[in-house]
C-alpha cells in the first residue's frame, strides 16, 4: 500500500480515473501548487486494493505533509493556508 509519508511532495491526492470531483481537485492542486511553488503526486487508488478499500468512498482524499487535509473537494483558500505554514 502506498502510504502519504511514502512521497515527497508536499502535496498527494489519491483519485481514481472517471471521477469528476478528482478532476476537480487536481485543477485546484495545479493551480495552488503553481503558485506557492512546490510539487504535488497523484496516486490511482483503484491501481491498490488496500487504498480502494480504504479510501474508495471518499475520493478524491488529499495529504498535505502527511496528513489527510480534505476529501471530496478541494478548497484552495484552505489549501493554500496549509501550505504557507
Known sequence: MSEPEDHPARVLLYSKP????CDDARAV???VCAEVG???E???ISADP?????YGEQIPVTFVDGA??????????RLLGALAD
Open 18 to 21: 472517471g471521477c469528476h470531483l
Open 29 to 31: 492542486i495545479e493551480r
Open 38 to 40: 512546490t510539487s504535488y
Open 42 to 44: 497523484e496516486v490511482d
Open 50 to 54: 488496500a487504498l480502494f478499500r480504504t
Open 68 to 77: 489527510q487535509h480534505d476529501f471530496w473537494r478541494v478548497d484552495e483558500a
